[in-house]
Every structure is written in structure tokens, then in C-alpha cells.
């Protein structure tokens, strides 16, 4: 399989790549980039993929990304394993900037007056977290749903998170359209003259094993000199 590790990790090895990858950002980075130009695909099909990966992954989709790029790649005929790798391009280095612009902009395009600093971001995620769990344990008691936290959380932050992040994802993801369709076409045929140079070089090899078999099949075939009278063996 072309994704499978050869030595699994554990659960808690494989959480700590997901908040720092061994080796850093840069050799995962770069892994990423490898793996995306072997996908045994058309360049265009791997660059919509990519591009639908790369816009999934800057939506707010805590724990659907994987599938909403899944169905974005079907949608548009693109390459699925593009676009599940596309997803990387947010992580726990790059989002929280992604996040403050994306909040920004949303803010601004809502015409939300709200203070974008940690206390107040921190606040609205505790409250609507004291909702949630509120909502869900009132299920089984008297208590009645308490819903402010949680629509505070959706209009001043989840809404424009999203609405914000719109416009970079789909400028950041074209230019990872583009600039991927010559990275993997150049990958691919550079890829094929290293194949057809190797097949050729067997060829050869084949060419001169077949001729050094028929050399000594030739001199097995040579009767050769037969012992004379006058020879070592006459008496």
C-alpha cells in the first residue's frame, strides 16, 4: 500500500506527530509534497484534488475533514489521496494564524465589533463547551437546555471562522492548483525517462547475456581436436 508505515505507530506515538511530527514541519512538509507527486494519476486530477484538500482543510471542520475532502474530490473529478493529502496544510503551526485572519475578516464582513484576543476567544469557547455538556446531561434530569453560550459561540465566532476563511482558502488553494499540475508532470516524465533508461540498460544487459550464451554454446557445439596416434595417450 502506498500510505502503509512499515512499523505502526502507537496510540500515543501517533498523537504526538499529530501535534509535532518527528522531524519537524519541514521534513513533513516535504513528505507530503513527495507522496502527492508519486500519486499514480493525471497531473489535473491531482492538482483538483489538491485543491480541494487544501480548501476543505481551511474550513472549521473539527473531525470531518478527511470526509468532506473525500466528497469535495468526488465532486470535482480530482485525485482522493490529493486531496486527503491537501488537508496538512493546516496544522498546530499554521492554524492559529490562518484563525485570526480567517476571524478577522469574518468579523468585518458581519460587521461584528468584538475584541479578537485569547481571553475573550477563551471565554466564548467555555461557555459554549458549559452548554454543551449542560445540554446533554439535562437529557436525563429536569434541567431545562441552555443554549446562550452556544449561540454566542456560533455568531461571534464559528460563523465568521467560517465565512472568513472562505475567501483565503480558495486564493491559497488556486495557487496550489496551479503550481501543481507542471510539479507533478515534470515529476512524472522526468519519472518515465528514469524508467525507459533502466529498461533500456536490461535491454542491453539481456543483449549481451544472449551473446555470451551463444559464444559458448557455439564452442560446446565444436567437436575440437581429437588426440593423434602420435598424442600422449599412443603407446
Excluded: C
Excluded at 455538556?133 to 460563523?159: C, H, R
Amino acid at each position: 500500500m502506498i500510505f502503509k508505515r512499515r512499523d505502526p505507530l502507537g496510540w500515543g506515538a501517533w498523537l504526538r506527530e499529530q501535534i509535532y511530527p518527528r522531524g519537524g514541519f519541514k521534513r513533513a512538509t516535504r513528505y507530503v509534497i513527495h507522496r502527492m507527486r508519486r500519486l499514480p494519476d493525471q497531473p489535473h486530477r491531482v492538482a483538483r484534488g489538491v485543491f480541494a484538500g487544501s480548501f476543505i482543510g481551511f474550513l472549521p471542520l473539527p473531525g470531518l475533514q478527511f470526509l468532506a475532502a473525500w466528497g469535495a474530490a468526488r465532486l470535482i473529478r480530482g485525485n482522493v489521496l490529493a486531496a486527503l493529502l491537501g488537508t496538512f496544510n493546516t496544522n498546530p503551526l499554521t492554524t492559529p494564524f490562518f484563525a485570526v485572519l480567517a476571524l478577522s475578516l469574518g468579523h468585518w464582513m458581519l460587521g461584528i465589533e468584538a475584541p479578537l484576543n485569547p481571553e475573550y476567544i477563551g471565554k466564548a469557547f467555555a461557555n459554549a463547551g458549559r452548554d454543551l455538556w449542560f445540554n446533554i446531561t439535562s437529557i436525563f434530569g429536569p434541567e431545562k437546555a441552555q443554549w446562550d453560550g452556544l449561540i454566542q459561540f456560533w455568531n461571534e465566532i464559528y460563523l465568521p471562522y467560517f465565512i472568513g476563511a472562505l475567501g483565503p482558502a480558495i486564493v491559497v488553494s488556486a495557487i496550489a492548483y496551479y503550481l501543481t499540475i507542471p510539479l507533478v508532470a515534470a515529476y512524472q516524465k522526468a519519472r518515465a525517462a528514469t524508467a525507459q533508461e533502466r529498461g533500456e540498460r536490461r535491454r542491453r544487459m539481456r543483449a549481451k547475456l544472449a551473446e555470451a550464451a551463444g559464444k559458448l554454446k557455439r564452442r560446446g557445439e565444436d567437436p575440437g581436436e581429437e588426440p593423434g596416434d602420435d598424442g600422449p595417450g599412443a603407446p
